[in-house]
């Protein structure tokens, strides 16, 4: 397979584009000096960044929905179809829900923003750029905190998707969206039920208020629980990069390419262009400057051909780094536990429960462990 160029161009959307002004904003406004990712501090201040969060998305989702179902009470219940009263009913309620929906994701934003940008510099990250990368750290911040996925990026002929089932991946993604429009749909149907005989009937539709809240809140708090792991595993990408060039002088040319198609194999084993393997993509390939690869990085029949031809050490080497990259999202999916065995052949359950043991200590954000873990010997 012909070198296709590491120089993907990406281009952020609007909503991207506009977290990255507000980031570089919050930057410009910081005096702060960078916060150091120990134990003890990053711990006790991340746990508070969090607690906070948590807290305002709360009353962010209840104040707004709240809002919009106090319009809908002021007036009849159930006026007659194209009324005067009707229409009225229906105008002020529209437009209070398209204000209170603009305004809850707008602020929802600005928290998200405010936060993530908090938590990155409490780990010591500045948002300098690395010109050597598609996914810059403003991009990166962005997208986690404005729910915009990974761009499918096809660096280096690598497709995150070739293994991966298109329609169910269509279910998932659309179930996900539609979690808070059921959410409240149910519980409206149970609790209507409940006090269907009962003077607390008028309160039934306001249980959509606690329930936006209380996912606003999770929602929230997945993004930075997930910004704590890209974090944490960018430090790991850090190490990996060096040890791995620290031995480029002993790597056979097939080595290197294995090496590659390692890290390759992992963006198809998580389904994703996790930020993290792109940089350890790019900056190997800088590092490298193989001019032809001849083989598909996202193949795990070229790792299997490659392998076969290297030294143990070189081979060990390649089957740590894919185990490794594996792990970056901080759990190892029943994809990856359907497929890894595959991989590692004999000792595969020895493998598979040290990355399980890596995958858990980046879960729970400790870096030391997580180093300890992930280092090449």
């Known amino acids: ?41 990053f711990g006790a201040g991340s746990k508070r960044i969090i607690g906070w969060t948590v807290f305002w998305a709360l009353q962010t989702g209840f104040w707004t929905t709240f809002g919009i179902i106090l319009v809908e009470k002021l007036f009849p219940e159930a006026p007659e179809l194209m009324s005067p009263v009707f229409i009225e009913k229906w105008f002020w309620t529209g ?49 986690l905190a404005l729910e915009i996925p990974d761009p499918d990026l096809k660096l280096l002929g690598i497709d995150p998707y070739r293994l991966t089932n298109k329609q169910s991946l269509f279910l998932t993604t659309l179930l996900y969206k539609a979690k808070v429009f059921l959410s409240n749909l149910v519980a409206k149907i149970i609790i209507r039920k409940i006090f269907a005989r009962n003077s607390f009937r008028v309160y039934a539709d306001f249980v959509a208020a606690p329930i936006t809240a209380i996912w606003d809140a999770i929602v929230l708090y997945v993004i930075l629980k997930e910004l704590r792991t890209r974090l944490l595993t960018r430090i790991l990408s850090g190490d990996l990069v060096e040890r791995i060039l620290s031995q480029k002088d002993l790597l056979s040319r097939n080595a290197k390419i294995a090496c590659m198609t390692a890290v390759g194999n992992s963006v198809v084993f998580t389904q994703r ?105």
């Open 1 to 41: 397979m012909g070198n296709r160029s590491a120089n993907t161009e990406y281009k952020p959307g609007i909503l991207e584009r506009w977290g990255i002004r507000v980031l570089r904003k919050l930057a410009q406004k910081d005096k702060k000096s960078p916060g150091k990712w120990t134990r003890e501090e």
């Open 95 to 143: 437009l209070a829900l398209l204000l209170g929906t603009v305004l809850e994701f707008y602020l929802l934003y600005r928290i998200g923003l405010s936060s993530v940008y908090q938590l990155t510099r409490l780990a010591g990250v500045d948002l300098e750029e690395d010109p050597d990368l598609i996914t810059g750290i403003t991009n990166l911040l962005s997208r």
């Open 273 to 377: 262009f996790h930020p993290n393997l792109e940089y350890i993509l790019i900056k190997l390939h800088k590092a490298f400057q193989i001019e032809d690869y001849q083989f598909r990085l996202d193949e795990w029949e070229s790792l299997e051909k490659l392998l076969s031809g290297l030294n143990d050490r070189e081979r060990e080497l390649c089957l740590k780094i894919l185990s490794v990259t594996c792990c970056f999202d901080g759990k190892i999916s029943s994809f990856e536990k359907k497929h890894l065995p595959l991989v590692f052949g004999n000792g595969s359950k020895e493998r598979l429960e040290w990355i399980e043991t890596l995958a858990d200590s980046i879960n729970r954000g400790d870096l030391e462990e997580s180093r300890e873990l992930a280092r090449l010997h």
